[in-house]
């Protein structure tokens, strides 16, 4: 069975600080890859997503992620966090036929102003 | 607000009650995943629907669970016979086959089970 780890459960940052969030995912096929993002009291929302392509993907709010096939891995970063970035951000993967998806356990981030 | 909406936001019930929630997806959504989050934990999949059929269902989803999508529109999912182990926070996310398959989530039913 698929399985995807968020190794950092909880992260603290200041502001200005840069972020790298990482995940691991087991499944040896074609995979897409996610990075979702809940604010305090919000929905998940899609952060960012890669299906193929340039291994290095931009998302929203400055964002980036790179996937790496012969790790396995789809990390997350940012150069300069904000105290607006703290949040849970989840990572996602699916397999090509796009019906199931599976996430890791969350990282909690604090950005202390 | 034309998001994914959920119903109820919160539900407390006894164990061995039945609870059903209701997910009404994104209007020309024609995907629609359930899924179901504890404490500390990401969302776990539980079942998916194209239109009106189920064509997923996760080994998670026990016999006291069931899922219906009748007209391809809003979706239910029901618990029989809850018990404390069913409390969590039930997802729904809809999608739209043919795009980024980007999924879009409601807020959630926070289901507890005293």
């Known amino acids: 069975a698929q399985s995807v780890s968020q190794h950092n459960h909880h992260v603290i940052l200041s502001e200005a600080a840069s972020l790298e969030l990482g995940c691991n995912y087991s499944?040896?096929?074609?995979?897409?890859l996610f990075w979702y993002v809940q604010y305090p009291g919000q929905h998940l929302q899609l952060l960012l997503k890669?299906?193929?392509?340039?291994?290095l993907v931009k998302g929203i709010k400055g964002f980036e992620a790179e996937f790496i096939k012969s790790k396995f891995s789809f990390n997350l970063r940012k150069p300069s966090v904000q105290w607006s970035d703290t949040a849970e951000y989840f990572c996602a993967v699916n397999t090509h036929n796009f019906n199931k998806f599976y996430f890791g356990s969350g990282t909690k981030l604090n950005v202390k102003p | 607000d034309t998001g994914v909406s959920q119903n109820p936001r919160h539900k407390i019930t006894k164990r061995g009650q039945n609870v059903t929630f209701r997910c009404d997806p994104i209007?020309?959504?024609?995907?629609l995943y359930w899924y179901r989050q504890t404490l500390g934990q990401g969302p776990e999949f539980l079942t998916y629907?194209?239109?009106?059929?189920?064509?997923?269902k996760s080994r998670l989803l026990s016999d006291r669970f069931s899922a219906e999508r009748p007209k391809g529109s809003f979706s239910t999912l029901e618990i029989q016979r809850t018990e404390q182990g069913d409390s969590a926070m039930y997802l729904c996310?809809?999608?739209?086959?043919?795009?980024?398959?980007?999924?879009?989530f409601g807020p959630g039913t926070r289901l507890t089970v005293t």
């Open positions: 996310a809809s999608s739209l086959q043919g795009t980024s398959y980007e999924q879009y």
């Open positions: 629907f194209q239109n009106e059929a189920q064509l997923e």
């Open positions: 209007s020309e959504h024609n995907r």
């Open positions: 890669y299906f193929s392509g340039d291994p």
């Open positions: 499944y040896g096929g074609t995979v897409n």
